[in-house]
């Protein structure tokens, strides 16, 4: 015990100063796939949500009905559509801040680190997907329901909003990010 107490003293005191954070930055989130449905929105989930939505665009909600085709992480409450239009200047702007913000270094070097810190699993948008067990990097992403990005609709594509999935910590607030900002709140 005595041990781990003076690793954390000496992990805690070597963060500068100007750190923004004080808890070390989350692990890459795994692909945890929707198993059951819930009935409410995750806290998590909803935080995020209302937090982007206040840079702009629209929280999209997070629950869909859990008779509809598919596993889908909005059935379980780990997901929610942020409205953005990519064909709308603005809003792109407004993504693409977003995307750089999330998927920077911090201060101490951790990569992606505040996606990680929010327990992001991954994020669709404008025909490409950023998943956590790939590290974040961006790839080419076509829906399953479309033969081609010609013949697939805006929504598919995800080019009228991003689709942000968390891990189950993120969704139940429990990872750095939202624990930090209880603790500054309360």
Known sequence: MVLVTAALV??????????????PVDGYASYQPQKACAR?????????????????????????DC???????HKDGRAFDWTLDATDLDDEATAEAFI?????DD???????????????YVIWDDRMYAAWDGF??????????????T??????HRDHMHIS??????????????????VAG
């Open 166 to 183: 968390l891990s189950k910590a993120g969704a139940k607030a429990l990872t750095s990010w939202y624990v930090e900002r209880a603790a």
């Open 40 to 64: 409410k929105d995750k806290p998590g989930t909803v935080a995020l949500g209302q937090w982007l939505a206040a840079r702009g665009g629209a929280y999209g909600g997070t629950l869909r």
């Open 100 to 104: 750089t913000e999330v998927f920077a």
């Open 137 to 150: 990097e961006p790839k080419r992403y076509l829906s399953s329901g479309c033969r081609s990005r010609k």
């Open 107 to 121: 201060e101490l070097g951790d990569t992606d680190a505040l996606a990680r810190r929010m327990g992001i699993m």
């Open 10 to 23: 000496a992990c805690l005191t070597t963060v500068r100063a100007d750190a923004n954070y004080v808890m």
């Open 152 to 157: 697939c609709s805006p929504t598919l594509r």
């Open 67 to 73: 008779r509809s085709g598919g596993q889908s992480e």
